[in-house]
């Protein structure tokens, strides 16, 4: 199993996720892509939501509190 981009017809680019299954004795594989575009942005955006959050925390002087529904800290 890998990942690569692949360019498209129209220049575009796109994430593929592929899989091989190997048929030894007939001397040929299979292999199956799947589009994982979607996937990697959503990765991309949460990662950089990430380090902004960790830059305000690393940086902010002040204390930040986190409760739940109910009010409990």
């Known amino acids: 199993q890998f990942e690569n981009r692949f360019k498209c017809s129209d220049g575009n680019y ?3 996720s592929w899989n ?3 048929f030894v004795e007939e001397g040929i594989f299979y292999a199956i892509a799947r589009d ?3 996937e990697k942005e959503i990765k991309q955006k949460l990662q950089t939501s990430e380090e902004r ?3 305000i925390a690393d940086y902010n002087q002040s ?5 739940n529904p ?3 800290y």
């Open 20 to 22: 091989s299954y190997p």
């Open 53 to 55: 959050f960790s830059q």
């Open 14 to 16: 796109i994430w593929l």
């Open 36 to 38: 994982i575009q979607e």
């Open 63 to 67: 204390v930040i509190w986190e409760t």
């Open 70 to 72: 109910e009010g409990v």
